[in-house]
Each structure stands twice: as structure tokens, then as C-alpha cells.
């Protein structure tokens, strides 16, 4: 059974760096074809995609959030961290990370409200 | 960059036929994938590559993927179905969700 679980602050100040950590298990990130990726959702709103990161360690990130976006793999502890930098309180959202294969996102995790203000 | 449309929302009665689109630029082309969402919950995954469906999901949910549009079709429409809905695609290697459509259940 594959279980995924996004961990990190549940405030942050504007300006600030967001880092966020998907703990996972189920599966290894070192197999061909697995990734995992960020999503998140502002309250009331759409999905909106964030970065992907594969076993090879290719990443992803959205055109638009390129720049202050970073994501890593620490496949030993079965853990993805997405870093996003410059943070505004158009960015309170819930952030979620999920399973990605070949061509699904499969499963998410529970996901992580995250509000930025001062 | 590449952006898929939906209709903000779609209304049925029980036991009829839901249908909801995507349209994009040569959608066809790549592989659309459906999530549902229901209020407080994580987007589950109901089709994948256009009309696979994942194990446990009824087989009331298909899809189809052709020239510019890709739609999830529920058939025989019940309560506990009434969610949003999310397209999703894949355009050079990275991933794009569609707005977002409320399926009511009258």
C-alpha cells in the first residue's frame, strides 16, 4: 500500500522560504519510472501543478513557479522536499504531494494547508 | 504554455448519463487523466491514459480522449458521486490541470 505524508509549516511570513517534506512509503523512488510530484490547492480553488521529481533524479517544475521552485529526493529516508522561495499570501493553499507514474498521479497524500501572512 | 479548459459545471439526475469535457490543443494527442475531489478530501484517480481505470473504481466511470476534447463519462450517475472533477494532461513533460468542474447530483 502506497501512503504519502506532506509535513511542514503551517504559517509563513511573506518574503519567506516555504520547505516542504512528503514522507513516503509503499514504494522506492530508485525504481524506473517512479516519481513524485506537488500539487496545491488555494481554498476554494483549482489544482495547480508544481514540480515532479523522477527516480533518475529528472525534474519538473511549472513554467510559471520555475524560478522559485526547488525539489529533491533523499531516497534513503523515502522523502521528496519541495523549497519555494519569495512566498505570498497568493500562495496560501493546500499543498499536496502524490505518487506519480508514466502518466497518472496516483495516490495523493492527505495534503498540507499552508498560509502565508504577517 | 499548454492549458486545457472544462466547464465550470455539470448537472444530472440519478441514474442518468454525466459527461464531462476537456478541451485543449491536440489533446488527443497526449494522454488525459480524471481525478474527483469531494469537499474536505485528496483528489482521487478515476482514469488514466484517456480510459484506463484504476482498481476499485466502478465501472460507471469511463473516458475518452479524440481530436481536441477528452471527456469522463459516468454512467448511471449516483449520489455519492456529486464532486469535482479534474482533467489533467501531460505537454512536454510537464503537467496541466484543468480548471475544475462541480458535478451536481439533483
Known amino acids: 500500500q502506497i501512503t504519502l505524508k506532506e509535513s511542514g509549516p503551517t504559517l509563513v511570513k511573506p518574503t519567506q522560504t516555504l520547505t516542504l517534506t512528503c514522507t513516503f512509503s509503499g514504494f522506492s523512488l530508485n525504481i524506473s519510472g517512479v516519481g513524485v510530484g506537488w500539487i496545491r490547492q488555494p481554498p476554494g480553488k483549482a489544482l495547480e501543478w508544481l514540480a515532479l521529481i523522477y527516480w533518475n533524479d529528472d525534474k519538473r517544475y511549472s513554467p510559471s513557479l520555475k524560478s522559485r521552485l526547488t525539489i529533491t529526493k533523499d531516497t534513503s529516508k523515502n522523502q521528496v522536499v519541495l523549497t519555494m522561495t519569495n512566498m505570498d499570501p497568493v500562495d496560501t493553499a493546500t499543498y499536496y504531494c502524490a505518487h506519480s507514474g508514466s502518466n497518472w498521479i496516483d495516490p495523493w497524500g492527505q495534503g498540507t494547508l499552508v498560509t502565508v501572512s504577517s | ?106
Not at chain 2, 26 to 38: H, P, R, T, V
Open chain 2, 1 to 106: 504554455s499548454y492549458e486545457v479548459t472544462q466547464p465550470p459545471s455539470v448537472s444530472v439526475f440519478p441514474g442518468q448519463t454525466a459527461s464531462i469535457t476537456c478541451s485543449g490543443d491536440k489533446l488527443g494527442d497526449k494522454y488525459a487523466s480524471w481525478y474527483q475531489q469531494k469537499p474536505g478530501q485528496s483528489p482521487v484517480l478515476v482514469i488514466y491514459q484517456d480510459i484506463k481505470r484504476p482498481s476499485g473504481i466502478p465501472e460507471r466511470f469511463s473516458g475518452s480522449n479524440s481530436g481536441n476534447t477528452a471527456t469522463l463519462t459516468i454512467s448511471g450517475t449516483q449520489a455519492m458521486d456529486e464532486a469535482d472533477y479534474y482533467c489533467q494532461a501531460w505537454d512536454t513533460s510537464t503537467v496541466v490541470f484543468g480548471g475544475g468542474t462541480k458535478l451536481t447530483v439533483l
